[in-house]
T-cell receptor, first 111, second 113 residues
Framework: DAKTTQPNSMESNEEEPVHLPCNHS???????IHWYRQLPSQGPEYVIH???SNVNNRMASLAIAEDRKSSTLILHRATLRDAAVYYC????????????FGGGTRLMVKP | DVKVTQSSRYLVKRTGEKVFLECVQD?????MFWYRQDPGLGLRLIYF???????EKGDIPEGYSVSREKKERFSLILESASTNQTSMYLC????????????FGPGTRLTVL
C-alpha cells in the first residue's frame, strides 16, 4: 500500500489559516486521498477527500498537486476546536475498504 | 445523524477474564472494523468484517477474536484478558466505495488489572 508522510506537529494561531501538508510520492492512479481528524478523547472523524481536483467543503479545503504526489489540507480560520491529530490516508480499492492510519500531524491552536 | 455506538466508554477487567466489546452501526454498512490505539503507536487494525459471518485478520489479531452474527453488530472478544491489552478500542464502519466515509464510535478505554 502507498504510504503518506506528514509532519509530527504544527502550531497555529486562532483565526489564522492553517496548511497541513502530506506527501504521498508512491500514490497510484486509483488511490483517493482522505483526511480524517481525531479530537481529544474521541474517535477519528472524516474531514474531506479527493482524487485529482481540489475540493472544498464546510470544514476545509483540499489542494492536490498536479502530479498527485502531495496534498495540503487547508483550514481557512483555525479555531481552538480544530486542535486535533490530522491524518492523511490513501484508500486503495481493497477488500473491506480499509484505511491505514499513520502517525498524523498534531495541530496545536494558540489563542 | 449516522451513528456507531460502543457498549461502554470505560471498562475495567481483571487478568484472565473474558471480555466482550460490542459495536453497533445504524447505516446498513457492509464493512466493520476494530482498532486499538496506544500512545505513540497510532491506530492499529485488529480485525475487520466485510459481511455477516465473515471476518479477516488485521495487523494485530493475536489474543482477540470477533463475531458478526448480524450486519449491524460487530463484537470484539478478548478470550483471556492480559495487561498488555489495556488500550483504547475503536470500532468503525463504512460502505464499499473507496469514497465512502469511515464512521467511528466514541471508543472504549479498557483497563486490565
Amino acid at each position: 500500500d502507498a504510504k503518506t508522510t506528514q509532519p509530527n506537529s504544527m502550531e497555529s494561531n486562532e483565526e489564522e489559516p492553517v496548511h497541513l501538508p502530506c506527501n504521498h510520492s508512491t500514490i497510484s492512479g486509483t488511490d483517493y486521498i482522505h483526511w480524517y481528524r481525531q479530537l481529544p478523547s474521541q474517535g477519528p472523524e472524516y474531514v474531506i477527500h479527493g482524487l485529482t481536483s481540489n475540493v472544498n467543503n464546510r470544514m476545509a479545503s483540499l489542494a492536490i498537486a498536479e502530479d498527485r504526489k502531495s496534498s495540503t489540507l487547508i483550514l481557512h480560520r483555525a479555531t481552538l476546536r480544530d486542535a486535533a491529530v490530522y491524518y492523511c490516508i490513501l484508500s486503495p480499492n481493497n477488500a473491506g475498504n480499509m484505511l491505514t492510519f499513520g502517525g498524523g500531524t498534531r495541530l496545536m491552536v494558540k489563542p | 445523524d449516522v451513528k456507531v455506538t460502543q457498549s461502554s466508554r470505560y471498562l475495567v477487567k481483571r487478568t484472565g477474564e473474558k471480555v466482550f466489546l460490542e459495536c453497533v452501526q445504524d447505516m446498513d454498512h457492509e464493512n466493520m472494523f476494530w482498532y486499538r490505539q496506544d500512545p505513540g503507536l497510532g491506530l492499529r487494525l485488529i480485525y475487520f468484517s466485510y459481511d455477516v459471518k465473515m471476518k479477516e485478520k488485521g495487523d494485530i489479531p493475536e489474543g482477540y477474536s470477533v463475531s458478526r452474527e448480524k450486519k449491524e453488530r460487530f463484537s470484539l472478544i478478548l478470550e483471556s484478558a492480559s495487561t498488555n491489552q489495556t488500550s483504547m478500542y475503536l470500532c468503525a464502519s463504512t460502505g464499499w466505495s473507496p469514497t465512502d466515509t469511515q464512521y467511528f464510535g466514541p471508543g472504549t478505554r479498557l483497563t486490565v488489572l
